[in-house]
């Protein structure tokens, strides 16, 4: 049991901490809308297609992120994400699916804050690594329930490779393992910087949040 004198496990505190963003981005209009099955399959290859810059950006400086203490160990090619949305962007948009593909500014936002922390602060990267990869491990397998549904994607199939972690045989093993990597995390940096890292995280979320508003205002639905 932790003693009043140590600090909560950091896993927690970037869960509790990041609880109430994580209820606005799951109420947000345009997640709302996908999860009820009330959007074109044309707004899902939008999603598809501005998370493919994000992934770009979270994966791009693996190789030197990899040797860095605090970020390192969760590198983890397992988790890699861009050739699974490539396959679906491949799947949605056709064989051209790079031509006229374009970040919306919420994006272009994300990917430079991602860029910029990547190369410079990857304590901070951390907060971003860890507010999508264990999102898409946990909500990200509802939302593929749900595009399989909707719009009649093959199970597990093209379309939804996204929300597929082929190398993760356990999810929830995995997750374990990750927050205890979190914690291990937390107890090697100082309070300030923990600090730090935990307004990050929710600074991730706000970043999600405002690619699902540009979203939201291109995909409008009457009531
Ligand atoms: C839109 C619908 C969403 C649903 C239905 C949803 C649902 C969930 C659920 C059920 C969990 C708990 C899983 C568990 O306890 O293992 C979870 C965890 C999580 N979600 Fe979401 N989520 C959504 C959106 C998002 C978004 C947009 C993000 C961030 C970009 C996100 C980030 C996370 C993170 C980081 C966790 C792990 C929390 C932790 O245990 O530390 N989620 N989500």
Request: with cysteine; proline share 6%.
């Amino acid at each position: 049991m932790p003693s009043p004198e140590q600090p909560a496990p950091f896993s927690t505190v970037l869960r509790t901490a990041s609880s109430e963003e994580h209820e606005a981005a799951e109420q947000s209009s345009f997640m709302s809308h996908l999860l009820g099955g009330r959007l074109g399959v044309e707004a899902y290859a939008d999603l598809t297609g501005q998370l493919w810059f994000v992934y770009r950006a979270l994966e791009g400086r693996n190789a030197e992120l990899a040797d860095h203490p605090v970020a390192g160990p969760f590198i983890d090619p397992a988790l890699l994400r861009s050739a699974a949305i490539e396959r679906d962007l491949r799947h949605l948009r056709g064989p051209d699916w790079r031509t006229g593909l374009e970040p919306l500014p919420a994006t272009a936002a994300y990917v430079a804050r991602v860029e910029e922390l990547a190369a410079g602060w990857p304590a901070g990267y951390l907060a971003h690594h860890y507010t999508r990869y264990l999102g898409d491990l946990s909500g990200g397998q509802i939302i593929r329930g749900i595009a399989e549904k909707t719009w009649g994607f093959e199970r597990k199939g093209d379309g939804v490779h996204f929300y597929v972690f082929e190398d993760v045989a356990n999810p929830a093993a995995f997750k374990r393992d990750y927050r205890a990597k979190l914690d291990a995390a937390g107890l090697a940096l100082d309070e300030v910087e923990r600090r730090r890292v935990v307004e990050e995280c929710k600074r991730a979320f706000t970043l999600n949040g405002a690619v699902f508003r540009d979203l939201d205002a291109r995909y409008p639905l009457s009531a």
